[in-house]
């Protein structure tokens, strides 16, 4: 059974960088055709697809995010990463990675695996 994990700081301050790892157990991030997601809830609002690394390591990323999103991997780990430059209170929320073997990387409903969320707040 595939598992997911993720960690990191619950409190960044505005204009600064926030980083996530997600760990992965029960299989590889390099398991041919598996893709692996960052996804985010707003307090209120709907899930938001962020981006997503492939088995070959190719990313996506939504368009309203790609100028301060990347989304990166440590193969030797099983682990990948977020980092969101020059936050803002408006990305407080709690952040998810999943994965697995979907058909388009943004439909969140197609990934199969999810981790339990971590919740993240920008504030000074």
């Known amino acids: 059974q595939v598992q997911l994990q993720e960690s990191g700081p619950g409190l960044v301050k505005p204009s600064q960088t926030l980083s996530l790892t997600c760990t992965v157990s029960?299989?590889?991030?390099?398991?041919?055709?598996?893709?692996w997601a960052w996804i985010r809830q707003p307090p209120g609002k709907g899930l938001e697809w962020m981006g997503t690394i492939a088995w070959d390591g190719s990313t996506y990323y939504s368009p309203s995010l790609k100028s301060h999103t990347s989304i990166s991997r440590d193969t030797s780990k099983n682990q990948f990463f977020l980092q969101l430059s020059s936050v803002t209170p408006e990305d407080t929320a709690v952040y998810y990675c999943?994965?697995?073997?979907?058909?388009?990387?943004?439909?969140?409903?197609?990934?199969?695996?999810w981790g339990q969320g971590t919740q993240v707040t920008v504030s000074s």
């Open positions: 999943a994965g697995g073997p979907v058909r388009s990387v943004s439909l969140i409903n197609e990934y199969d695996y």
């Open positions: 029960g299989g590889s991030i390099t398991t041919t055709y598996y893709y």
